[in-house]
């Protein structure tokens, strides 16, 4: 019996070993943890904010999804040039939401064209959803324990990105996915980067980490499906939006 206990308690030793090393390690594990534990008080303190869901923009706070969909609803007219006016931006906003602008290239149009005619509620309820199984989806990846998963649904890079429904957990999901597929699904990765470069400041810098380990690969598979993207934006937008941009 003494034996039996001994190797149990050794296997739960050992298990639990893992479990902090897969988190990180216990240093890492245990800022984890606190600081998880304070976002989670945060996210009580704004919950009615985060998770409101007002029928219209015009409802809702000062939120980057409310630029998304101003710049599709201006695309969706025709008038895809003028998202890049300020002016004419924001003169179909709220004084609340004047700090907002569209600053994303002209084929994050495309990715963002549902947004026209979907309720603001609806557009804010899908975006928490991916956000929380984006951050879950990192976690199965790493291959963290079920704990970490949670800890990092609540984080304080979840409660920042939702307070003004930003879409950074989205973006380091497709980041890590496509380092992990590089070497063995370069197309896949490609693809991925190439949908990332809806956010030049991240889907250019994943180039400079990809040429280090040497995925050309994946390099040439994301250049030829941001040429299409570019090009579909075009063809769906004309090449005015991308005079504005530039």
Do not use: C
Not at 116 to 125: F, I, W
Not at 195 to 217: C, N, S
């Amino acid at each position: 019996m003494q034996i039996a206990t001994g190797s149990l308690e050794g296997g739960t030793t050992a298990r639990a070993g893992a479990a902090l090393t897969r988190a990180g390690g216990p240093v890492f594990a245990i800022i984890l943890i606190l600081t998880s534990v304070f976002s989670a008080l945060l996210f009580d303190l704004r919950a009615d904010k985060i998770f409101a869901l007002p029928m219209s923009a015009a409802e809702a706070s000062a939120e980057d999804l409310v630029a998304f969909k101003r710049a599709a609803a201006m695309a969706a007219e025709g008038r895809a040039a003028d998202a890049y006016d300020a002016g004419a931006f924001r003169a179909g906003l709220s004084p609340e939401h004047e700090g907002l602008l569209w600053l994303n290239p002209p084929h994050g149009l495309l990715l963002v064209a549902p947004l026209a005619t979907a309720p603001y509620g609806t557009a804010k309820l899908a975006l928490l959803l991916l956000t929380a199984l984006s951050l879950a989806a990192i976690g199965v990846l790493a291959r963290a324990p079920l704990w970490a998963i949670a800890a990092l649904i609540v984080s304080p890079a979840a409660f920042a990105s939702l307070l003004v429904m930003q879409t950074g957990p989205l973006i380091a999901l497709g980041l890590f996915a496509a380092f992990l597929l590089a070497p063995s699904r370069p197309m896949a990765a490609g693809l991925i980067l190439a949908l990332l470069t809806v956010k030049p400041q991240y889907g250019l810098m994943a180039p400079v980490f990809l040429v280090a380990l040497g995925h050309w690969r994946a390099i040439g598979w994301a250049s030829l499906f941001s040429a299409a993207l570019v090009a579909l934006s075009i063809a769906a937008y004309g090449a005015a939006p991308w005079a504005a941009f530039l």
